[in-house]
């Protein structure tokens, strides 16, 4: 690539453009993930190819069951839609090293075997009619190229390899019109950006498409961080991404995948944990062969999306990850004035809901769902919400969202050196344990 700028200076760009670029993501929250490709038709494992050492040829077999039914990519985009999801990663391309796309470069791809059909091009249409960001997933490890492996060990692979993986990449952000994300995968064998010529590849990439975001597995910082099967804040963008299968990311072709699946509660659940770190939630779902999905994704996620409506879309945006108090059976996210009472439990007994810690004076409480305002007490100790009606709980998930309006943006005991303030109450007055001289 021509002009091609060094690490510093490249990262120094990335950064000066990245608020404005990642302004829709950050307020977006909620993606979904679809793992598809070859594994989809096996149905155990997405590494099942290299786990099980499959023979090359024998493994490619399977591209001839490979028959995603015209108008899944829609009906994937529609779920999503429904559940309250902003945007969509698809694998464009796995470690299996099979392209869903019309690809000059690799002829083993969906065009040429399988559906016939660019399942790429049909993503990006579905994606545009219900208003999703798109994401293309690309994979830097590949078992089927003859190079994938060598140029871990040989500079005239690596070369090869990675001019390769260079021109893949051309291809996804050349054809398919404006895409908002970049998911890279997998650098391996190679563990360093110089090996795979991150620095130009990301460069041209930037060059075609520069207003996509991409995330760190290239092995450049780029624009987020991705911990994986796990909610990790990474002080810095973030984006936790989960899959609905627990032990697998592709279909799972077993009657005992279900133990393994989230319910709508679970799912709600993680949202409030990515929430209140500022992060976003990848949730993965593996369609099977045909391009379906499982039923045990489907009734979860739309009664997630009616709940995510219940309560008008309080989920999007960004909150402060200092200013969150966790409350046992109720969890708080705050936004300027305004705090969100995530009530995970309905009390039977008086019922009464206390929030401690807030240092601001209460205005107002109300459920989230229908305005109504709640009864409150405020005193130097605690918030209390109380007659509170068992009509009042959410009919939906049981996870009611609760609204307080302060005299202004909000603030509590426990912030700096009181962070365990509300814990140990006698912090809120300074007294701290001094060591004797």
């Known amino acids: 690539m021509n002009n091609l700028l060094s690490k510093t200076e490249y990262e120094r760009c990335v950064a000066e453009t990245r608020d404005e ?11 979904m993930f679809i793992h598809l490709g070859l594994y989809s038709v096996y149905g155990k ?9 499959w023979p090359i040829e024998e493994y490619a077999k399977f591209a ?31 470690h299996e090293g099979f392209s ?16 016939k059909r660019d399942i ?7 994606c545009r009619e219900f208003d999703l960001k798109i994401g293309f997933y690309s994979s830097l490890m590949d078992w089927h190229h003859p190079d994938g492996g060598a140029c871990a060990f040989d500079q005239e692979a690596r070369i090869r390899f990675s001019k390769y993986i260079m021109e893949l990449n051309r291809e996804l952000m050349s054809n398919y019109g404006k895409i908002d994300i970049l998911w890279y995968d997998v650098a391996q064998p190679m563990e360093s950006f110089e090996g795979w010529n991150s620095l130009e590849l990301n460069q041209m990439v930037r060059s075609l498409q520069p207003d996509i975001i991409i995330n760190n597995r290239s092995l450049l910082e780029e624009d987020f961080q991705t911990p994986e099967g796990r909610i990790v804040p990474a002080g810095r963008d973030w984006e936790a991404c ?9 279909y799972l072709d077993s009657g005992r995948v279900l133990p393994f699946s989230h319910s709508a509660q679970q799912i709600v659940r993680m949202l409030y944990e990515v929430t209140k770190e500022s992060g976003n939630l990848l949730l993965n779902i593996g369609p099977k062969a045909d391009g379906t999905i499982p039923e045990e994704a489907i009734e979860p996620l739309e009664a997630v999306g009616k709940w995510v409506k219940e309560y008008h879309g309080f989920l999007y945006g960004r909150t402060d990850a200092k200013q969150i108090i966790y409350h046992g059976t109720s969890n708080l996210t705050y936004c300027d004035n305004k705090a969100y009472v995530w009530n995970f439990f309905w009390p039977e007994k008086d019922r009464t809901i206390y929030i401690a810690g807030i240092q601001n004076r209460l205005k107002k409480a109300y ?3 229908d305005r109504k305002e709640i009864a409150f007490k405020q005193d ?11 009509e009042e709980e959410d009919r939906i998930l049981g996870i009611t969202v609760i609204c307080l309006e302060f005299d202004g943006e909000v603030t509590y005991w426990g912030r700096g050196l009181n962070r365990h303030a509300t814990r140990y109450p006698q912090l809120n007055y300074g007294m701290v344990y001094q060591k004797e001289r």
């Open 100 to 115: 869903l796309w019309d690809s000059k470069v690799n002829s083993f791809n969906s065009v040429n075997y399988g559906p």
């Open 64 to 94: 001839y069951d490979f028959l995603p039914q015209e108008g899944c990519c829609r009906e994937w985009a529609k779920l999503a839609k429904q559940a309250g999801m902003k945007y969509m990663v698809l694998t464009t391309r796995h």
């Open 380 to 390: 130097e100790y605690r918030i209390r919400l109380y007659d509170l009606s068992g």
């Open 367 to 369: 459920f989230l769902s």
């Open 242 to 250: 989960m899959t609905f299968n627990g032990i697998s990311w592709g």
């Open 120 to 126: 790429v091009e049909e993503f990006v249409q579905a």
């Open 45 to 53: 494992h997405e590494w099942a190819m290299a786990m099980e050492n």
């Open 21 to 31: 670029r990642m302004k829709w993501w950050r307020d977006a929250r909620f993606g």
